[in-house]
């Protein structure tokens, strides 16, 4: 069920999770530097749904690298709560992302040799408080495909064994790149079912980043990237259920 209007602003009243102040990011290719983030500015809210919305090339990609603690800006600071990212060891980074984010990609990167349940206790054995693997599993809807291995799931149910276990150690951010990406319109509709459930049910903020503008129609926010800038940032006054979106 989507949120409404007030409820969306309640969650913006919640908390800022991220404040991201004048994050440059500039890769040196050879000779030649690459302007990737260009002094962003941004806040994301605590249980809110974003999403990060540009074409390839826009920097959304850099930006969700350097809030997961996968990236560091050339310039800026990045401000988890009061935790400055930019400041961070790299053991505190390694903590940051093991203990506080979820990570969801284009391509599930489960471990061929073990089953769906198997693959998300991978990483509730290092967590502090996770859920229990079938828990994980029952919430993106796959509690009847626990015993299967990679190969024996469609696309779409790899992806939501990936979400399971990105939010089985119990995150307080899932950042999600193109989650959708390698998946045809019905099948990314159910994936993008499994994320909103986390989002209302758990309260978890999420963000993803995709270049299909469609899918900006069910996020609290959408915050549109352009040649390393945000050109502008919008608030749905209605969100659409992902079975409702124009593809």
Same mark, same amino acid.
């Given at each position: 069920?989507?949120?409404?209007?007030?409820?969306?602003?309640?969650?913006?009243?919640?908390?800022?999770?991220?404040? =991201?102040?004048? =994050?440059?990011?500039?890769?040196?290719?050879?000779?030649?530097?690459?302007?990737?983030?260009?002094?962003?500015?941004? *806040?994301?809210?605590?249980?809110?749904?974003?999403?990060?919305?540009? #074409?390839?090339?826009?920097?959304?990609?850099?930006?969700?690298?350097?809030?997961?603690?996968?990236?560091?800006?050339?310039?800026?600071?990045?401000?988890?709560?009061?935790?400055?990212?930019?400041?961070?060891?790299?053991?505190?980074?390694?903590?940051?992302?093991?203990?506080?984010?979820?990570?969801?990609?284009?391509?599930?990167?489960?471990?061929?040799?073990?089953?769906?349940?198997?693959?998300?206790?991978?990483?509730?054995?290092?967590?502090?408080?996770?859920?229990? &693997?079938?828990? #994980?599993?029952? !919430?993106?809807?796959?509690?009847?495909?626990?015993?299967?291995?990679?190969?024996?799931?469609?696309?779409?149910?790899?992806?939501?064994?990936?979400?399971?276990?990105?939010?089985?150690?119990?995150?307080?951010?899932?950042?999600?790149?193109? &989650?959708?990406?390698?998946?045809?319109?019905?099948?990314?509709?159910?994936?993008?079912?499994?994320?909103?459930? @986390?989002?209302?049910?758990?309260?978890?903020?999420?963000? @993803?980043?995709?270049?299909?503008?469609?899918?900006?129609?069910?996020? *609290?926010?959408?915050?549109?990237?352009?040649?390393?800038?945000?050109?502008?940032?919008?608030?749905?006054?209605?969100? !659409?259920?992902?079975?409702? !979106?124009?593809?």
């Amino acid at each position: 069920m989507a949120k409404s209007r007030q409820q969306s602003h309640e969650i913006l009243n919640e908390g800022v999770v991220f404040h =991201v102040h004048g =994050v440059t990011k500039v890769y040196q290719m050879g000779e030649v530097k690459v302007h990737a983030l260009r002094g962003v500015d941004l *806040d994301l809210y605590r249980g809110e749904f974003t999403v990060l919305l540009g #074409a390839s090339g826009s920097g959304k990609s850099t930006l969700l690298n350097i809030l997961g603690g996968l990236d560091t800006p050339t310039d800026g600071h990045v401000l988890y709560g009061e935790r400055d990212l930019t400041r961070a060891s790299e053991s505190e980074l390694t903590r940051y992302r093991r203990f506080h984010v979820g990570f969801v990609f284009q391509f599930y990167n489960l471990i061929p040799s073990l089953t769906a349940l198997e693959n998300v206790a991978v990483v509730t054995e290092i967590a502090k408080t996770p859920m229990q &693997p079938r828990e #994980a599993l029952q !919430l993106v809807g796959l509690g009847e495909r626990l015993d299967h291995f990679p190969a024996q799931l469609s696309g779409g149910e790899q992806q939501r064994v990936a979400i399971a276990r990105a939010i089985a150690k119990k995150p307080d951010v899932l950042l999600c790149d193109e &989650p959708t990406g390698a998946l045809d319109s019905k099948t990314g509709i159910v994936v993008l079912e499994a994320l909103l459930r @986390v989002n209302q049910e758990m309260g978890t903020s999420t963000a @993803v980043i995709t270049h299909n503008a469609g899918i900006a129609q069910m996020a *609290d926010r959408v915050i549109h990237l352009v040649d390393g800038r945000i050109s502008e940032v919008t608030t749905n006054e209605t969100r !659409l259920a992902p079975s409702e !979106l124009s593809w």
